[in-house]
């Protein structure tokens, strides 16, 4: 048992190692790897935390204040749609997409013979959050999720495509992009009404219409849904395209050609599309967003005609996921500022760290950390294993999950939403109680906690709303009967549970799980309307009890190995969470967040036989 970890050495959450510093990542990432992939891991991870606590993290604030430039025309007056970049946000491209952030989980990378899990991408996603808190991230995951997407859904046309959204190699790099928005429909995907006609003379399909929250703009890769002539109305009559920022008949725009051009490419080596203006956002600076008119627009139909909108669901599971790891990586960089501050900085002659209410909020900010973090990489754990059946299948069966029976499927349509949703709205919470504990300084632009809070704000919002997640919640439990291997699952958790320190939580775990299970059975009875009016709470409920049994369980294994601090985050969480309390908790005697403060906040070592007894409660 390594720890404690000294906080106060620091005196911001920059300069610094953000895989070293954080426990928590580490120890969920070395549970979900083999031990081979995460010996193989472990290094680069080491060293791209500390490229991203280093440039990315300088990058980032810079960029934050010098972000993307639109400049739709060129001095002709001809379209150009360039859009400029500072030179710092090529440096974090260049040694992300080499770092392998993208390529890894698509093809292996030196030193293995296949592609690491899905897990490993999630993994350094969260690391490049603590910088790039929403920003640089977004294109990031939308790359990966477009090459996903023609992993799964291509036969091959779009080869070249591929093979740049999988690169390793800066120079060959493209990145990808997801248009769905339009002014009449984000989460209505369905009100969709940009249209597609085959070009028989070009070979093209051509896109007329217009798209109104375009992330990644400039993306190469990006795909987008558009309706075919006679298509039905609604989701199922739309199909995807990929359609290129540069005229496709010149090649695959990479970045190596694009940084060839002196400036701007030439309109002639574009694509015929206009990017009208790029949003004037809240934050997340480092990605342009902007709207985007498709004029007869190059594009290729990526798989099946019609099916746009089941094989784009494949690629927002990616993207929410994403979300949720980038979210957990937003904590963990508030957590690191307010550790810092709070070991620093003296009020009325202590340092804050040392009053009871601060040890409070610190500990439960650490408990929603790891709680958010376990879920997150449960469910990136699940999401891995699917990948890599679906991978190994000889068909290449369940590409869009309708032929998909599998349990890690069904079990992943439940935990995807429920993790965007609860983690989004714990990114917010953190970040907002990080600024309040940096005083008035946390308000102030030149600290990092303004831009968590500004970027930590859209997370509720793209790639699905919270209300859009909670139907989804309940389309899972509909269409898929998702509950079965979700009760499954949690019983196996509470079921393995050994060590007696853990009884009394596990009891709550398992009363409130009988609970839940009768919940979900009731709501299955029930009318839409009643379903949907409690849909968010279901599922916060289902977070809750997951992460219980998740928590226990990592409880379980490391009181087995004389490490009692995951008992003691079960505990807090369980307790907090979900036990009945007395007025709300205030007469109860419990003193947990003083007793425990060092062990959870700071990781100092606590041993099993430490955390046996109940909770410390009041002796005076
Ligand atoms: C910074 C940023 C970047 C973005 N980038 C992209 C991008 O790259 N590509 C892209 O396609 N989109 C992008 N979006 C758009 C985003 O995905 C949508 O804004 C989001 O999905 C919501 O859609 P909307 O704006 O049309 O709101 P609406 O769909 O109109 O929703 C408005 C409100 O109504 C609620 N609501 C809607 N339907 C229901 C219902 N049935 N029951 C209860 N409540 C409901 C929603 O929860 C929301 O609170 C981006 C948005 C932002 C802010």
Redesign the pocket.
């Known amino acids: 048992m390594d720890g404690p970890i000294e906080f106060g050495q620091f005196e911001e959450g920059r300069h610094c190692n953000y895989w070293a510093l954080d426990p928590t990542i580490q120890r969920e990432l070395r549970r979900v790897y083999t031990d081979g992939e995460f010996e193989w891991a472990e290094p680069r991870l080491e060293e791209f935390g500390e490229v991203v606590g280093h440039t990315i993290a300088d990058n980032a604030d810079y960029i934050a204040t010098h972000g993307p430039e639109l400049h739709s025309y060129d001095k002709h007056g001809e379209v150009q749609n360039f859009v400029r970049y500072p030179a710092e946000q090529f440096e974090d491209e260049e040694l992300a997409y080499e770092a392998g952030i993208v390529a890894d989980a698509f093809r292996a990378p030196p030193g293995r013979d296949e592609p690491m899990p899905f897990s490993h991408y999630f993994g350094m996603l969260y690391l490049l959050s603590y910088a790039e808190t929403s920003g640089f991230v977004c294109p990031v995951a939308m790359t990966a999720g477009a090459a996903h997407v023609l992993e799964t859904f291509d036969d091959g046309t779009l080869a070249e495509y591929y093979e740049a959204l999988t690169s390793r190699q800066y120079e060959d790099v493209i990145e990808g992009?997801?248009?769905?928005?339009e002014k009449q429909?984000?989460?209505?995907v369905g009100a969709a009404e940009t249209t597609a006609r085959y070009d028989e003379d070009s070979g093209y399909w051509r896109l007329t219409g217009e798209k109104w929250?375009?992330?990644n703009i400039d993306g190469e890769g990006t795909l987008a849904l558009a309706r075919t002539p006679d298509a039905p109305e609604g989701t199922d009559g739309l199909s995807m395209f990929l359609v290129p920022h540069g005229d496709p008949d010149g090649g695959v725009l990479t970045k190596g050609r694009r940084h060839a051009f002196d400036g701007a490419p030439p309109p002639a080596a574009l694509n015929d599309q206009y990017y009208r203006r790029l949003k004037d956002?809240l934050g997340?600076t480092a990605v342009p967003?902007g709207e985007v008119e498709f004029d007869g627009t190059k594009a290729y139909l990526v798989g099946e005609q019609e099916r746009g909108f089941k094989q784009m669901a494949e690629m927002l599971n990616l993207e929410r996921l994403s979300n949720a790891a980038g979210a957990c990586g937003i904590m963990g960089r508030a957590l690191l500022e307010s550790r810092i501050h709070a070991a620093n900085r003296e009020a009325f002659g202590k340092p804050i760290q040392e009053y009871p209410l601060m040890r409070a909020d610190l500990v439960d900010m650490t408990v929603d950390h790891e709680a958010a973090t376990a879920f997150t990489f449960e469910a990136a754990r699940v999401f891995s294993d699917r990948e890599r059946a679906v991978r190994a299948s000889e068909d290449g069966t369940a590409a869009d999950g309708e032929s998909d029976r599998s349990d890690a499927y069904r079990l992943l349509r439940l935990l995807t939403p429920v993790a965007k949703l609860k983690t989004a709205r714990m990114a917010i919470d953190t970040a907002s109680y990080a600024m309040e504990i940096q005083g008035g300084n946390g308000y102030v632009e030149e600290f990092v906690t303004s831009r968590l809070l500004r970027d930590a704000q859209?997370l509720p919002?793209?790639?699905?709303?919270?209300?859009?997640l909670a139907?989804d919640v309940l389309r899972a439990l509909d269409r898929e009967a998702a509950h079965e291997p979700f009760v499954t699952t949690v019983q196996e958790r509470l079921d393995g549970i050994e060590h007696p320190a853990l009884s009394d939580t596990a009891a709550t775990v398992e009363s409130e799980f009988h609970e839940l299970s009768g919940a979900m059975a009731d709501l299955a009875g029930r009318d839409a309307e009643y379903a949907q009016l409690k849909a968010k709470r279901l599922a916060r409920y289902i977070f809750d009890v997951y992460t219980g049994a998740l928590l226990l369980e990592e409880a379980d294994d490391a009181l087995a190995a004389d490490d009692g601090r995951m008992a003691l985050v079960a505990r807090r969480f369980v307790d907090r969470e979900l036990a009945d309390e007395e007025a709300r908790g205030i007469t109860d005697g419990d003193r947990f967040a003083v007793e425990y403060f060092e062990p959870i906040v700071h990781f100092a070592p606590v041993r099993a036989e430490a955390v046996a007894g109940p909770p410390v409660e009041d002796q005076s």
């Open positions: 992009a997801m248009f769905l928005t429909g984000g989460s209505d929250f375009c992330s956002k997340t967003t859209v919002i793209w790639e699905g709303t919270e209300n859009v139907l």
